[in-house]
């Protein structure tokens, strides 16, 4: 097989699925694992996928449609995310009861509060170990537990976050634009993050710059519900409907 045939193939791999595996392009392409991976660090460097550990991801706009494992998107964007759960968590003050959503960044937060008086409720199973060890009361709300990103979902949820009232709130995001607001693949963790979010006297939505400008499956939020805390880059202005973003800048 020629080699622009191997590409077109893998990228409409892409395209149909989002993500694909070295694994599964050896058997697909019939040739060998050291052809795959040279394939696929050429489409890198040509900005045509992004090279994760064991296979690529879309870079598209349609990325922001899938659900990705969180092995995969712990390896994406991780110094910026790492910087924007470091700015979540200094607004983190004593007395708070907090609600932290299921996802990668917001599981960064826990890594830099500053104190363990605080009270916090979450639908994150790694979230939750990590708050008890960090010696933080702690709550997990019950329903159906999704694998993939290791989220308790569902109506039980739903009902169950009906009883708090929360200080502060954190939360993940699939894609942020003007016209769908705050969206996620997934309708069950999105009606869990929306009945969250009302129930938080503020609330944050935490987003690297590949979330912004995207439209994924499900809005459970406008603009206008949450802060945005995110990067600008290369001094390039954010514009939403809203006057209440919080933005780092990348120099």
Known sequence: MFTEERYNIILQELKVKGIVSVTDLVKLLDASESTVR???????SEGLLK?????AISIDESASKYDYKVNIRQSLNVDEKSEIAKYAASLIEEGDVIYLDAGTTTELVIDFISTNNITAVTNGIVHAKKLLERGIKTFIVGGELKAITEAIVGTTAVEELKKYNFTKG????????????FTTPDVN????????????????????????????FITFGAISDSKIITFRIDGKNISYDTNVIEVIKID
């Open 38 to 44: 040279r394939d696929l660090n050429s489409l890198d």
């Open 189 to 216: 963790e999105a009606m869990v993050k929306e009945q969250a979010m009302k129930m938080c006297k503020e609330s944050f939505v935490l987003a690297d710059h590949s979330k912004l400008e995207k439209v994924s």
């Open 170 to 181: 954190f939360f993940g995001v699939n894609g942020i634009s003007n016209q769908g607001g």
């Open 51 to 55: 090279k994760i550990h064991g296979g």
